[in-house]
């Protein structure tokens, strides 16, 4: 029988490693994690960046720091669920800092939201990840447009950068501020080394594969900057991204169909999962005689990515490889998980909404 | 007989005001002022941009500011008079409040100075524009590493400015850094407006014409940042710079006979200026039949931005056109008026420099 766990689709991410250098997330590292968790445990991270120093830490005991942010320019969706489970599981697992960085000057800059608007949007997303279980005690929660430290370290980063470095990593940027804004992320990923925070400290950071650029980069400046601060370079893992629902690549807003926000009405997102693409065969017939494809399968990846109970994802692969459970039922059944998930979701962040806006007007 | 405030040498200011747009500064402009002083009466004011906002200022006794700074790399110089003599006029004869920047995210950027060391550079700078009679109750000091409003309009000003444009302005620069300070500039020039500071309202920049790029670039952004803030596009008046001692056309760090600093040796300085070139004819015998020609001569020049004392200048003037005057004589009567007041300046200088540094360390 085939592993459930294994990677899904056309698996890019093996040139990622082969290319650009990122380390495979092999098991000497992933399973003497104490409680590897979801996220290790079925293989979606599969690389990282010098996360030896925080498993180091980890295993030993030691203050480390782990590192997320969101672009406050809609709501949570799918896709921000991921980096945000990770802050929380370094967290509640071994004590991590948690550092929640709120890039509303990058939402100004690259979608014109001004500061107020992007405040409300800011209020919503951390309701999110207090939701999901950020202890906002062990945390630093900041906006990047309050955050001096920051800005002090994006400058001090363009000094140790060249002009071409930037575009080489960037490509050709029209508005020339989203190049500082990439710096504004060098000083937000080195800020948990700050003395301030009685850093240098090992730092992680989940992020999708295709953050790679600003994880070398920060690196590369954490080096540079090393005799003023001695910053240890931050470590980063990578992550699968999650496809798009209706088959495409990548979800995208500009692609509703293709993804869901969690404030999204329940009928919508129902609609959604019932017209995504599936790893079905053309006939019910052939379906029971081959078994259909998970792999291919965007419902199977939303439970392979939200679904936490390993033994019904287990069991949903099974029965669907052996051709015993068809597409309309499975969908049925992944619908009414992740509904009831995203109601005791919704439930909770009702509470917290307050505690949001408290923590946000405080920096 | 001519006009001894007329211009000095080849003029290649003219050509600023036809290809570049600065607008000349005329007669009904300067003469309106109440107190036009040195600057404007000898013509070293040769331009400007949206002067009319600030004479309307001063004419109407309504709020303005002024403002400049220094990049803490070395100690004044005769350069650097200039537009700290300007400052000080707009404080002392019309009531402006002075913001004057020390820029020391720039001379990181650019020079490699830590902050610890053009600190003590910055004091050292404060004092001497305290000595010229900066009034620092009427004034906002401030290090650009420090202030957090410069920083947040240059990350603004970046939202607003094509790649294309800041290369257009900049060229091509290796370290990437440098073109974020250009950014924070704009972001000093701004500052006077910010509504911490009872803005927005009128506010002058006294620059040498080199510095019209980055007024036309922060008055550009003044125009885009418009419907947020209601800047009004800050003025700027442009001064002649002080040609080389040495008969070179600008005075260089590289080029230690070109210029002298404030806290030189006055045996140094003496040298520089006995071998500075002179307008003085081959032979004593055609010096004394044509004259002298004061417009090339770096001593006169050396008078006519220092001395302020009209009547002596005037003299010079006429008895070197005369061949009244040679140059040895008159070498040494300028040198002595110099040494006199630096003699003047640095023991003032001395009894401010505690002051320099307790305002420095306060903001």
């Not at 592993?3 to 495979?24: A, Q, V």
């Not at 404030?263 to 006939?283: C, H, Q, W, Y």
Request: net charge negative; hydrophobic share 40%; aromatic share 10%.
């Amino acid at each position: 029988m085939l592993n459930p766990w294994g990677t899904s689709g056309i698996d890019d991410y093996e040139k990622l490693i082969r290319e650009f250098g990122i380390e495979p997330m092999t098991s000497d590292i992933a399973c003497r994690l104490p409680r590897p968790g979801k996220y290790f445990c079925r293989g979606i991270i599969f690389g990282h960046r010098g996360f030896d120093v925080v498993l180091a830490a980890i295993l030993n005991g030691e203050p480390f720091a782990v590192l997320s942010g969101i672009k406050p320019s809609g709501a949570f969706h799918l896709g921000s669920l991921t980096t945000a489970e990770q802050i929380v599981y370094y967290q509640k697992e071994y004590g991590a800092t948690a550092f929640y960085c709120i890039a509303d000057v990058e939402a100004f800059c690259d979608n014109r939201i001004p500061y107020e608007k992007s405040f409300e949007i800011a209020v919503d997303n951390l309701a999110d990840v207090l939701a999901l279980g950020l202890d906002p005690d062990r945390a630093y929660i900041y906006r990047q447009s309050e955050e001096k430290r920051v800005m002090d370290l994006a400058f001090e980063a363009g000094a140790h950068v060249t002009t071409a470095t930037m575009k080489a990593i960037y490509g050709e940027q029209t508005v020339f501020g989203l190049y500082m804004t990439a710096l504004l992320q060098v000083g937000d990923i080195l800020l948990p080394e700050h003395k301030d925070f009685d850093g240098p400290k090992p730092v992680v950071v989940p992020v999708g594969a295709d953050q790679d650029p600003h994880i070398r980069l920060t690196r590369d400046i954490a080096k540079r900057l090393h005799p003023r601060y001695d910053f240890i370079p931050p470590s980063a893992t990578f992550h699968r991204l999650i496809r798009g629902l209706d088959g495409s690549e990548k979800m995208s807003k500009r692609n509703p169909m293709s993804y869901f926000e969690l404030n999204e009405d329940v009928e919508s997102i129902k609609f959604k999962i019932m017209n995504a693409l599936t790893g079905g065969r053309p006939t019910i017939k052939e379906q029971r005689e081959f078994g259909g494809e998970p792999r291919m399968c965007r419902v199977y990846e939303l439970a392979f990515f939200r679904i936490d109970d390993d033994s019904l994802v287990e069991d949903i692969y099974r029965r669907c490889t052996s051709g015993e459970l068809i597409c309309g039922d499975c969908k049925s059944i992944i619908f009414e998980k992740i509904a009831e998930w995203l109601k005791e979701h919704n439930s909770r962040k009702r509470k917290v909404i307050d505690l949001a806006r408290k923590l946000l007007e405080e920096r």
